[in-house]
T-cell receptor, first 114, second 114 residues
Framework: DAGVTQSPTHLIKTRGQQVTLRCSPKSGHDTVSWYQQALGQGPQFIFQYYEEEERQRGNFPDRFSGHQFPNYSSELNVNALLLGDSALYLCASSLGLRPSYEQYFGPGTRLTVT | DAKTTQPNSMESNEEEPVHLPCNHS???????IHWYRQLPSQGPEYVIH???SNVNNRMASLAIAEDRKSSTLILHRATLRDAAVYYCILRHNAGGTSYGKLTFGQGTILTVHP
């Protein structure tokens, strides 16, 4: 049973460019959340998708956008990259929205902005 | 969101029990208490969760105070593979759904000595 997968593993971009990160949820899961983790910090919630709609959003600018596809996979897009966007981007999946449900995390995509 | 307070770091010896404390004095009546851990260079991993009663699973035990203002994650026999950052997280239950947001703090860095 495949867990949460993310691609690419690593990425280097230049300031001002745009980037797309991809996530496939754990088999049977229909909900995907994205987190940003700066070095030495805990993950920060970006947004969550369920039934192809953004259900909740953290304190991130509109440069961060996402999408969920009918097969439940998801993309995170970041426009006009800043040096401060350098971080580990984590995707997590779960079955539905209930607070009693655990989230399963992928290994993350390490984004470096130069 | 209700906040949690954890010690910055703790140390343990291999094969000894470890008790990781978490204070959450502003917890509301329907908040679930979740624990996640993050091993070096990996995404967070679900450990355990509970609402009011103590919980056990194959990884750990969760002891919840009677007033629910604190909880303790118990690793019964620490191994070197348990060295990680442990996060105590409250998940708000808003009418049965919480839209999945996990609010991570700084967590507790657990060091296990051989």
């Amino acid at each position: 049973d495949a867990g949460v997968t993310q691609s690419p593993t690593h990425l280097i971009k230049t300031r001002g460019q745009q980037v797309t990160l991809r996530c496939s949820p754990k088999s049977g899961h229909d909900t995907v959340s994205w987190y940003q983790q700066a070095l030495g910090q805990g993950p920060q919630f970006i947004f969550q998708y369920y039934e192809e709609e953004e259900r909740q959003r953290g304190n991130f600018p509109d440069r961060f956008s996402g999408h969920q596809f009918p097969n439940y996979s998801s993309e995170l897009n970041v426009n006009a990259l800043l040096l401060g966007d350098s971080a580990l981007y984590l995707c997590a999946s779960s079955l539905g929205l209930r607070p009693s449900y655990e989230q399963y995390f992928g290994p993350g995509t390490r984004l470096t902005v130069t | 969101d209700a906040k949690t307070t954890q010690p910055n770091s703790m140390e343990s010896n291999e094969e000894e029990p470890v008790h990781l404390p978490c204070n959450h004095s502003t917890i509301s009546g329907t908040d679930y208490i979740h624990w996640y851990r993050q091993l070096p260079s990996q995404g967070p991993e679900y450990v355990i969760h509970g609402l009011t009663s103590n919980v056990n699973n194959r990884m750990a035990s969760l002891a919840i105070a009677e007033d629910r203002k604190s909880s303790t994650l118990i690793l019964h026999r620490a191994t070197l593979r348990d060295a990680a950052v442990y996060y105590c997280i409250l998940r708000h239950n808003a009418g049965g759904t919480s839209y999945g947001k996990l609010t991570f703090g700084q967590g507790t860095i657990l060091t296990v000595h051989p």
